[in-house]
Every structure is written in C-alpha cells, then in structure tokens.
T-cell receptor, first 116, second 117 residues
Framework: EAGVAQSPRYKIIEKRQSVAFWCNPI?????LYWYQQILGQGPKLLIQ????????DSQLPKDRFSAERLKGVDSTLKIQPAKLEDSAVYLC??????????????FGPGTRLLVL | AQSVTQLDSQVPVFEEAPVELRCNYS??????LFWYVQYPNQGLQLLLK??????LVKGINGFEAEFNKSQTSFHLRKPSVHISDTAEYFC???????????????FGGGTRVLVKP
C-alpha cells in the first residue's frame, strides 16, 4: 500500500512570508498527525485530527499556524507569517482506524522548511 | 505528562560491533513504547514496539529492545551493526489506553548512530 505522502519536500522562504504544506495519509487511516521536528530534537506534536475533527491542538501556535482536514482525507498545515524559529522538518503521520493497530503511527518523508 | 530521555545524543560504533541505545521514560500511566529510525532526509520508520506480553521485543533489521517496568527503560540493542545502520534513532511513548482517535507520541531527543568501517 502507498505510504504517507507529503509535499513539497523542501521549502525556503523569508520571514513574515506564508507557507503551506500538504499531506495525504495512508488510505483508510482516520487519524492524522502533524509534528514539528527542530534540528537536533525529537518530533513534537502540533495537531491531531480524527477524520475532519481536531482531537488535540494544544501545542499549535494558533496565532500563526493553522491546519485543516476538510474532507477527512488529506490535510494542509499553514504558517502565516513565518518566523526564523519555524525552520524545522514538518512530519505528517497517520494511524489505522481499527482498534488493533491504532497505536502505531506511520510517517511521511517530511517537509524541510528553512526561514531566512 | 510524559517525558522520554535518550541518554546518549551520539554513539559512534565500529562495523560488526554491538550497540545499545538507552531510553528512559516518565509517565503517570501505563505506556506503549516505540523505537523509530530516521535515515538522512527521510521520515521516521518503525523499528519495533512494545504493547504487552514478553518484555523482549524483536524488530526489523536485527534490532531488539527490552522493556523494564521497574527501571522505566526501553533500551534498544543490535548485536552486530552495519554501515547502513547509520541513522538517528528515536524512542517514543504513548498512553496505553488507546483512545478512539489514537494517541499522540512523545519522543526523546534522539540518538545519532555513526557506524565506522
């Protein structure tokens, strides 16, 4: 089966510009996660969706970050305006809907963002 | 709140030598435990996971890990490494009580393994 798809793979922008990342989860996966991975650190959850509803966005900087999953399939994460400290890899992950297996997340290749 | 500590940020090791990556966690509830590997410019790939049962878990690529509840540890081992094992390794935990919407992962800071010929 196809894995989690993300685009673009790389993005360079200047501070105060806006940027958007796209994620298409594994087919049939109801839960979708966005993580931020700053260089030298482990990933940190930004937002979690179940179908098209938000389950957890407690770590999302809502003054500049937004995310949506309108049809319960693919998702977009946006940053506006970007700051230097937003330079990171943005990872998307998904997990299966069935009870057995729901604990395991499958990750996409990530989008590497550099803010200048 | 949960936290994960990976005690070594970098581990250099010679090819065909054994390696152990240490992971300790803190949680007020029972947890599931995971090890992921990240190759350069790639996403995270699941190596192995502990959900229940035997505390010795075997994963892909010859890796294994042992869950020690009393020491709140989940150390990763491989008896003989290859050059291709050069990567960053992340330990992660989630709540054992799997919610209908899935559980978030809390990651450690990662251990960079450099395998030398």
């Amino acid at each position: 089966e196809a894995g989690v798809a993300q685009s673009p793979r790389y993005k360079i922008i200047e501070k105060r510009q806006s940027v958007a990342f796209w994620c298409n989860p594994i087919s049939g996966h109801a839960t979708l996660y966005w993580y931020q991975q700053i260089l030298g650190q482990g990933p940190k959850l930004l937002i979690q969706f179940q179908n098209n509803g938000v389950v957890d966005d407690s770590q999302l900087p809502k003054d500049r970050f937004s995310a949506e999953r309108l049809k319960g399939v693919d998702s977009t994460l946006k940053i506006q305006p970007a700051k230097l400290e937003d330079s990171a890899v943005y990872l998307c992950a998904s997990s299966p809907p069935r009870f057995a297996g729901r604990e395991t997340q499958y990750f996409g290749p990530g989008t590497r963002l550099l803010v200048l | 709140a949960q936290s994960v500590t990976q005690l070594d940020s970098q581990v250099p090791v010679f090819e065909e030598a054994p390696v152990e990556l240490r992971c300790n966690y803190s949680s007020s509830v029972s947890v599931y435990l995971f090890w992921y590997v990240q190759y350069p410019n790639q996403g995270l790939q699941l190596l192995l996971k502990y959900l229940s049962g035997s505390t010795l878990v075997k994963g892909i690529n010859g890796f294994e890990a042992e869950f020690n509840k009393s020491q709140t540890s989940f150390h990763l081992r491989k008896p003989s490494v290859h050059i291709s094992d050069t990567a960053e390794y992340f330990c992660a935990v989630s709540d054992e009580a799997v919610k209908a919407a899935g559980n978030k992962l809390t990651f450690g800071g990662g251990t960079r393994v450099l395998v030398k010929p």
